[in-house]
Nanobody, 118 residues
Framework: QVHLVESGGGLVQPGGSLRLSCEAT????????IAWFHQAPGLLREGVSC????????YYKDSVKGRFTISRDTAKNTMYLDMNGLKPEDTGVYYC???????????WGQGTQINVSR
């Protein structure tokens, strides 16, 4: 059975940083595309970043380019999203996701809340 367990959310001031982690069990992350999605309050969930199998290609939503970095640790079977220069519009729930496609994942994490506010 596949489980994706997220951690790292919280409250941060504008301009601050957070690192989200997503540990996988029952699946080997290296075999899949991994992605992070963001659901802002009242809005649909949308893709933020994806890195393809074997780290061949990396994609970022325009609004996070230069601020967010996606990565994975093969030994820990864990994926990360490093978030810098956080803005109030980054507030919401972040989900890790794994699948054969970047934006059509097969598995989802439970979500972790981020609040960017003074």
């Amino acid at each position: 059975q596949v489980h994706l367990v997220e951690s790292g959310g919280g409250l941060v001031q504008p301009g601050g940083s957070l690192r989200l982690s997503c540990e996988a069990t029952g699946i080997t992350l290296d075999d899949y595309n991994i992605a992070w999605f963001h659901q802002a309050p009242g809005l649909l969930r949308e893709g933020v970043s994806c890195i393809t199998t074997y780290n061949r290609n990396t994609y970022y939503k325009d609004s996070v380019k230069g601020r967010f970095t996606i990565s994975r640790d093969t030994a820990k079977n864990t994926m990360y999203l490093d978030m810098n220069g956080l803005k109030p519009e980054d507030t919401g729930v972040y989900y890790c996701a794994v699948g054969r496609g970047c934006w059509s994942p097969d598995y989802w994490g439970q979500g972790t809340q981020i609040n960017v506010s003074r």
